[in-house]
């Protein structure tokens, strides 16, 4: 129901939007979260934005490189990432969930998510 795209090969300082398309639902009501997973490791929260109110939080690792943003009422949702760095590369998922504040950058938070689009930055 949730598919992201937009990944592709970058250089470091190189930008890129990432797009999440829903189908079958709206992201109106919900919370739309972008998640990654670099080889080896655990997924881990990067960004999400409230559907009410559009209230964002990013992880601390991209703060005031990455912007998230949504179409509410739609069914895109985006991510921007400036200045990225080869620690960036990583499977980027989106999610779209009701989470409380306490979970909303786990991943438990989520009930939908899309199958990722890969993000590989060279130094």
């Known amino acids: 129901q949730l598919q992201a795209f937009g990944g592709g090969l970058a250089q470091a300082g190189d930008s890129l939007r990432l797009s999440c398309a829903a189908s079958?639902?709206?992201?109106?009501?919900?919370?739309m979260g972008w998640f990654r997973q670099a080889p080896g490791k655990e997924r881990e929260f990067v960004a999400t934005i409230r559907g009410s109110g559009g209230a964002a939080y990013y992880a601390d690792s991209v703060k005031g490189r990455f912007a998230i943003s949504r179409d509410t009422g739609s069914t895109t949702g985006y991510l921007q990432m400036n200045s990225l760095k080869p620690e960036d590369t990583a499977v980027y998922y989106c999610a779209a969930g009701r989470p409380i504040l306490s979970s909303i950058r786990l991943t438990d938070g989520y009930a939908y998510w899309g199958q990722g689009t890969l993000v590989t930055v060279s130094s």
């Open positions: 079958g639902l709206t992201f109106g009501p919900y919370t």
